[in-house]
């Protein structure tokens, strides 16, 4: 029987369905928190032993202690530098947050519209270079933004007339849109060099 009935979600609030490596096929896919296997690639983890283990909850924002010593300030998860291919730290505060204020149900409606999002930008648009910029973007813009974006992709694909098999020209085009939208929400999803 499964701890975590949506390993979607971190216990620590990591959005683990918008990562890079939940969608990585092989041996260095990540199950997402307490998914099959979790336990062999992740055997130390405090937050499941507190959270999932000891208290028997989904995430730390249920807990009447959250958030404890084990977070940092919103600002200092902001500040820190993310792996390049995933900004893990820059959703956790907000995460648990809105799940504190709103619950998980509603979380998880909002997290499986962005992963549905990104399943398609993933299936019809990546190149295989782009799904860690587009797992940045499902991370970090606004639902409506993401939404928005594929629309617009999808309408410049069919107006200039890109063959559906240019994968290349159709990932250009959406990243070219997203970082438009990203750069208007004052969103960095593209280190600045």
Sequence with gaps: MPLKTHPTIGCCGLDCGLCPRFYTA?????PGCAGPNFFNKHPSCSFITCCVKKKNLEVCAECSEF??????SDEEYQQL???SSYPSSKKVIPNLNFIKKHGIKKFIEQQRNRIKLLETMIKNFD???SRSFFCKAATLLELTSLTSSLDKATQKIKTDKIKQNDVKKKAQ???EIIKKTAFKEGVELVKKK
């Design 173 to 175: 085009i959406l990243k």
């Design 67 to 72: 958030p404890c010593s084990k977070f940092k």
């Design 127 to 129: 190149d295989g270079r």
């Design 26 to 30: 092989g041996h260095s896919r990540c």
């Design 81 to 83: 530098q993310g792996s």
